[in-house]
């Protein structure tokens, strides 16, 4: 079965360093999404893609947070520099359309801890 | 605002009783809604999920969730609690009354499944 895939799983970085995550979604998945999870919550949308195309980033904090997919396939997510408040699991997910009632497959996140 | 709350934070049951997890959302309009399930260091998987059609919704490993307008819930039930089932449950809606693939979710629920 098809996943989406992340890497690293696990990232420690000290505070104003630069830190970068991967996300390849599912083959043939026209939307990309990035999620932040802090520890006790539910995910928060940070940032939403259609093919290459931003669709929703007004919760992405775009002082020192950046997202790209590029050729509408695979992302990176970049953050620099750290905040110690960015510690917290970031999550892709994808799925096949943006609108309608299309499932959202997650994949298995990048933990970030910030010292 | 729209919102999801789930009704606390950690609910404990014995292997075979009755889960019940619950869900509300604030909207006058009905959205989708959705449940996932998250074990630890792992991504979301989606459980079952409402999209305006039946108002019981059947899902994997036995839930099931029903949609009550009346009382803007959709609550998760399983009948008999397997220790397999220990997880955390984030209950989540689309924004707006269509499914955009925006997703806000609740803080989650922590199932712990005592022998």
């Known amino acids: 079965e098809a996943e989406v895939a992340q890497s690293p799983r696990y990232k420690i970085t000290e505070k104003s360093q630069a830190v970068a995550f991967w996300c390849d979604p599912i083959?043939?998945?026209?939307?990309l999404y990035w999620y932040r999870q802090i520890l006790g919550q539910g995910p928060e949308l940070l940032v939403q893609f259609q093919d290459e195309s931003v669709v929703d980033d007004s919760q992405l904090p775009k002082d020192r947070f950046s997202a790209e997919r590029l050729k509408g396939v695979d992302s990176t997510l970049k953050i620099q520099p750290a905040e110690l408040g960015d510690s917290a699991m970031y999550l892709c997910?994808?799925?096949?359309?943006?609108?309608?009632?299309?499932?959202?497959?997650f994949g298995p996140g990048t933990r970030l801890l910030v010292l | 605002a729209q919102s999801v709350t789930q009704l606390g934070s950690h609910v404990s049951v014995s292997e075979g009783a009755l889960v019940l997890l619950r869900c509300n959302y604030s909207s006058s309009v009905p959205p989708y809604l959705f449940w996932y399930v998250q074990y630890p260091n792992q991504g979301l998987q989606l459980l079952l999920k409402y999209t305006s059609a039946a108002t019981l919704v059947k899902g994997i490993n036995g839930f099931e969730a029903e949609f009550k307008k009346s009382e803007t819930s959709f609550h998760l039930t399983k009948p008999s609690a397997h220790m397999s089932d220990a997880a955390e449950y984030f209950c989540a809606r689309s924004r707006g009354s269509s499914n955009t693939g925006k997703l806000i979710f609740g803080q989650g629920t922590t199932l712990q499944v005592k022998p």
């Open positions: 997910a994808s799925s096949p359309e943006l609108a309608g009632v299309e499932t959202q497959y």
């Open positions: 083959s043939g998945h026209a939307t």
